[in-house]
């Protein structure tokens, strides 16, 4: 396995959290995360929604690696990917020939969806 770095190359993780239904970032041995990507499941389907980097750590390509390994873990366990989150849609945009997971952008249909499902999880 390959150690992830950022801009500067400091070594950052990736973990996801299936409880609370999100993945995250954080500095290697650090006590907090510095960003987050949130998803929920959707008809077979992992919806990623939402994601924030702290400000404090905007512009050392924090995101970029949280939504990559994300999308690879979940490729990895066989999960069709549906980006509602615009970063992670402008990623696939940019990266989806280089992405060999089963991805969708969603229609107007999956958004209706969406919300319900958002508004059961009390989100």
Same mark, same amino acid.
């Given at each position: 396995?390959?150690? &992830?770095?950022?801009?500067?190359?400091?070594?950052?993780? *990736?973990?996801?959290?299936?409880?609370?239904?999100?993945?995250?970032?954080?500095?290697?041995?650090?006590?907090?995360?510095?960003?987050?990507?949130?998803? &929920?499941?959707?008809?077979?389907?992992? *919806?990623?929604?939402?994601?924030?980097?702290?400000?404090?750590?905007e512009g050392r390509g924090l995101a970029s690696i949280l939504i990559k390994k994300a999308l690879e873990d979940t490729d990895a366990e066989g999960v069709p990917i549906l980006a509602v989150c615009p970063f992670v849609s402008a990623w696939l945009k940019k990266h989806g020939e280089e992405f060999d997971g089963v991805w969708r952008l969603p229609n107007m249909d999956d958004l209706r969806a969406f919300q319900k499902v958002m508004q059961e999880a009390g989100i």
């Open positions: 396995m390959s150690t &992830l770095t950022d801009k500067n190359g400091e070594a950052v993780e *990736v973990f996801k959290d299936p409880e609370h239904g999100y993945f995250a970032i954080a500095y290697a041995g650090a006590d907090s995360v510095a960003g987050y990507t949130q998803y &929920l499941p959707m008809n077979g389907e992992r *919806v990623f929604f939402h994601t924030v980097i702290g400000e404090e750590y």
